[in-house]
């Protein structure tokens, strides 16, 4: 596609329920990062692809946070047994890889609230 | 490691006004730089960027910034705002070698004031 695609945009859950966000990054971009977006605390950093692997997963917050991406394109955010602190804009990125100083393009998040 | 600073969380400006938003960074190794900005109820998206060369970088839309090495900064400037301007801004850097992960500050809201 055009750019970078997440669904869905809002997503409420209750509380203990297992969510799924997937991303479907610019078609050829190698590497795929997820984001996440809370009320006054900016952007945090959660896992990062290169290809279908994950050589950077340092800001999974806990073991409750999973993230796969599998044919080198679309990748799935999984967050099981949500708790009220998780919600939050889940951003993805991706970039061409290739060279070192390309930009990454961002998608338009998904909102998840979880009640 | 790097870390981002943005030390102004919001920044109001009066119209047709100049301004700058602040950012310092941190790092053992040389950094690209970055500012992304997020216009109210869209996604992020690129605003301009350094890779080597020149220190002054700019935006079609007339912000710039400066690479200051010395000082580890990226502030961003614009000399006269606009209404449209409003929106919240991120600075960001991402190593040259090895870890390729994408620092960001925790932004500047800017208000631009009629």
């Known amino acids: 596609g055009a750019g970078v695609s997440q669904s869905p945009s809002n997503k409420v859950t209750e509380k203990g329920k297992d969510v799924e966000l997937r991303c479907d990054p610019i078609?050829?971009?190698?590497?795929l990062y997820w984001y996440r977006q809370s009320l006054g605390q900016g952007l945090e950093f959660l896992i990062y692809f290169q290809g279908n692997s994950a050589p950077d997963k340092s800001g999974l917050p806990s073991d409750r946070f999973s993230a796969e991406r599998t044919g080198g394109s679309v990748s799935t955010l999984t967050i099981q047994r949500t708790q009220q602190e998780d919600s939050a804009v889940y951003l993805c990125?991706?970039?061409?890889?290739?060279?070192?100083?390309?930009?990454?393009?961002f998608g338009q998040g998904t909102r998840l609230t979880v009640v | 490691a790097q870390s981002v600073t943005q030390l102004d969380s919001q920044v109001p400006v009066f119209e047709e006004a100049p301004v700058e938003l602040r950012c310092n960074y941190s790092?053992?190794?040389?950094?690209?730089l970055f500012w992304y900005v997020q216009y109210p109820n869209q996604g992020l998206q690129l605003l301009l960027k350094y890779l080597s060369g020149s220190t002054l970088v700019e935006s079609i839309n007339g912000f710039e910034a400066e690479f200051n090495k010395s000082q580890t900064s990226f502030h961003l400037r614009k000399p006269s705002v606009h209404i449209s301007d409003t929106a919240e801004y991120f600075c960001?850097?991402?190593?040259?070698?090895?870890?390729?992960?994408?620092?960001f500050g925790t932004g500047t809201r800017l208000t631009i004031i009629p």
């Open positions: 990125a991706s970039r061409q890889g290739a060279a070192r100083g390309t930009e990454a393009f």
């Open positions: 078609s050829g971009h190698t590497a």
């Open positions: 790092s053992s190794v040389s950094v690209y």
């Open positions: 960001a850097v991402r190593s040259q070698f090895g870890n390729e992960k994408l620092t």
